[in-house]
T-cell receptor, first 111, second 114 residues
Framework: GESVGLHLPTLSVQEGDNSIINCAYS??????FIWYKQESGKGPQFIID?????DKRQGQRVTVLLNKTVKHLSLQIAATQPGDSAVYFC??????????FGTGTRLKVLA | DAGVIQSPRHEVTEMGQEVTLRCKPI?????LFWYRQTMMRGLELLIY????????DSGMPEDRFSAKMPNASFSTLKIQPSEPRDSAVYFC????????????FGSGTQLSVL
């Protein structure tokens, strides 16, 4: 699986507000999903994961929602902070070693 | 846990030179992946190792690319000879099982071939 990152959609959020980043996944057989955060010049950082037997999972300030009916994944970040500014992308996996990565969304936090 | 460790962080070389990228996976992980990231193509899987054995190298662009995993704690990706179009960020990632498991990435090697 490949993702194209030529023009990333950008989400601008005021500091302190909640952020919602969306991902439409491609394979209906995918049963495991990961959200990554990638800051400039750094590697993708694991944020949170969810398996298909769940539709919601919460972490520290983050929540992932999974809607298998429409093949949609979202990442909610509560009380967005300047340090949350990064590119966020999802990854899907259907039980093999191949992960399909989403195109990514750039989150900009406005002071 | 030190995470996945890659070296060097940056590599600048001239066309035709040999480049070797290094990776130390997370201890206990038996699956290792090499990815390449570019603006145009995003993350591309180059090669996947399981228990030190190359399972899928179909993503390796050309014979100029080769990868080895001599033991569970070390892998190399070599490009010989390097070309300007090889310029990209190369990531190593590891996971516990390789299938539907948490995948952790290293900090990457930014390669520039002049």
């Amino acid at each position: 699986g490949e993702s194209v990152g030529l023009h990333l959609p950008t989400l601008s959020v005021q500091e302190g507000d909640n952020s919602i980043i969306n991902c439409a996944y491609s394979n209906s057989a995918s049963d495991y999903f990961i959200w990554y955060k990638q800051e400039s010049g750094k590697g993708p950082q694991f944020i949170i994961d969810i398996r298909s037997n769940m539709d919601k999972r919460q972490g520290q300030r983050v929540t992932v929602l999974l809607n298998k009916t429409v093949k949609h994944l979202s990442l909610q970040i509560a009380a967005t902070q300047p340090g949350d500014s990064a590119v966020y992308f999802c990854a899907e996996n259907g039980g093999t070693y191949k992960y399909i990565f989403g195109t990514g969304t750039r989150l900009k936090v406005l002071a | 846990d030190a995470g996945v460790i890659q070296s060097p962080r940056h590599e600048v070389t001239e066309m035709g030179q040999e480049v070797t990228l290094r990776c130390k996976p997370i201890s206990g992980h038996n699956s290792l992946f090499w990815y390449r990231q570019t603006m145009m193509r995003g993350l591309e899987l180059l090669i996947y190792f399981n228990n030190n054995v190359p399972i899928d190298d179909s993503g390796m662009p050309e014979d100029r690319f080769s990868a080895k995993m001599p033991n569970a704690s070390f892998s190399t990706l070599k490009i010989q000879p390097s070309e300007p179009r090889d310029s990209a960020v190369y990531f190593c990632a590891s996971s516990l099982g390789g299938r539907g498991e948490k995948l952790f990435f290293g900090s990457g090697t930014q390669l520039s071939v002049l």
